[in-house]
Each structure stands twice: as C-alpha cells, then as structure tokens.
C-alpha cells in the first residue's frame, strides 16, 4: 500500500519557517503562523459547527495539492492549523474536515 513520506512538507517552500505547535498561534502553509483569538487556544472545529470568519482569509489556494476536490460553489477550503475545512462562505458553516493534514 502507498503511503506519503512523513516528512514530504520538509522540502515544500510553504513551509518555510514551519518550527511545530505555537501556543497562541496557527501555522497555515503559505500564510505562515498567524496569531488566533485567545478564545480559540486548543479549540477543535467539527463538521456541523460554524467558523468565525476571522479564519476565512487562510484558503487554500492549491487544495489539488492535498488531494482535496474542487471546492463547491460558495465554499472554499480553509486552512485551520493542520487542518483543512470546506466552509461554506455565506455562514461559515462547516461541510467537511480532513485532519491532520501535517
């Protein structure tokens, strides 16, 4: 069976400066760390949950990369620490979640 190399994003340039997990921060391929409100410290999203749109700036703009389909009309795929959502853009909501996508 196939398996991605574990450490595939060590040569991948939007990863620059990625160092692991910073208390306050989320690290977003591209982006790079960017701080988050305090409310949302150790804050896990799920499907069915609505995501403040303060995270909606982090998209992935290159979701093919990940294997991820083609966003539906008015959702787009959001970076949320090594996680991707698929949000829904008129609410927030959330429709889908890969996890740990590094």
Known sequence: MWQRDRNWWRHDRRFHGYSGFRIGFFFA?????????????????GVGQYLPNYFWRYQVAD???????EPPYGCAWIWLNGNIALVDMSDGYIVDIVYNVY
């Open 29 to 45: 391929p591209g982006w790079g760390y960017y701080s988050i409100p305090r409310e949302y410290y150790g804050y896990t999203w």
């Open 63 to 69: 979701y093919w990369n990940y294997g991820l389909p």
